[in-house]
């Protein structure tokens, strides 16, 4: 397997530090979806796939889904969606500085969502929980149209549905490091919704939302550092 290739599992000449930044994105997302599916209503704000079936279920009336804050979601997945779109298109060739700029973006308003989540204990009322989908949605939309952009492979950090499928369709086919990206993708996804999970269950919902943003805040300084010097991997879109 060519040297890029297999160096590209966290680093390497064609994506540079990106593969390992995206895995700790994975986490996040994670983290934030825990906390919308059980703290918010079961809505989520990451998987608009998910989001829509939870859609179906609350417009049927099955009990325990909003639908304000489905909706919400689902709206402010579209407008981040659309900023990251116009994001990536003013940083086309320059990958660190995009998802440097999209993760500042998602850091402000996660916080701005804990800031908001602080004091509250059970559910939030519909008003709340819609404000706050809304804008982790936008969050995660404006992070969906940045991870397409930079096209590294395997590692959309918000939907494994691909990447599951690929771990066994590709198994045989598929060298090593590519194998265990995907592997460690799912694992990270894992990990940030089971920590997440815990978090809900067992603090406040600001608590438990409160290590996404610092994640994304340390994306922010690393990417603030290694942006400073050139190299190939911030050139462009890499296939």
Do not use: C, K, Y
Not at 46 to 64: D, K
Not at 132 to 156: C, E, F, H, K, M
Not at 198 to 215: E, F, K, M
């Amino acid at each position: 397997m060519p040297a890029s290739r297999a160096g590209s599992l966290v680093s390497g000449p064609a994506h540079g530090p990106l593969p390992a930044l995206l895995l700790a994105m994975t986490a996040a997302t994670g983290l934030v979806d825990a906390v919308s599916v059980l703290g918010l209503g079961r809505v989520f704000v990451a998987n608009m796939t998910g989001n829509i079936v939870f859609l179906g279920f609350a417009v049927a009336g099955a009990p325990g889904f909003a639908l304000a804050a489905s909706l919400a979601a689902l709206g402010g997945f579209l407008v981040g969606a659309l900023a990251g779109g116009a994001l990536a298109t003013s940083r086309a060739h320059r990958r660190g500085h995009l998802l440097r700029d999209a993760a500042l973006i998602e850091t402000v308003l996660l916080l701005v969502s804990v800031v908001l989540l602080v004091g509250v204990s059970g559910t939030p009322s519909s008003g709340l929980a819609s404000a706050v989908a809304a804008l982790a949605a936008i969050a995660l939309g404006l992070q969906n149209s940045a991870v397409r952009r930079l096209a590294v492979p395997d590692l959309t950090t918000t939907v494994l549905t691909m990447t599951l499928t690929g771990i066994a369709a590709d198994v045989r086919s598929s060298g090593r490091p590519v194998v265990t990206r995907r592997v460690l993708s799912v694992a990270m996804m894992f990990g940030g919704a089971l920590i997440g999970a815990v978090l809900v269950l067992h603090t406040g919902l600001a608590w438990a939302l409160l290590p996404a943003p610092v994640i994304l805040l340390l994306i922010v300084l690393v990417l603030a550092v290694v942006v400073r010097r050139p190299a190939p991997w911030q050139e462009g879109a890499a296939g």
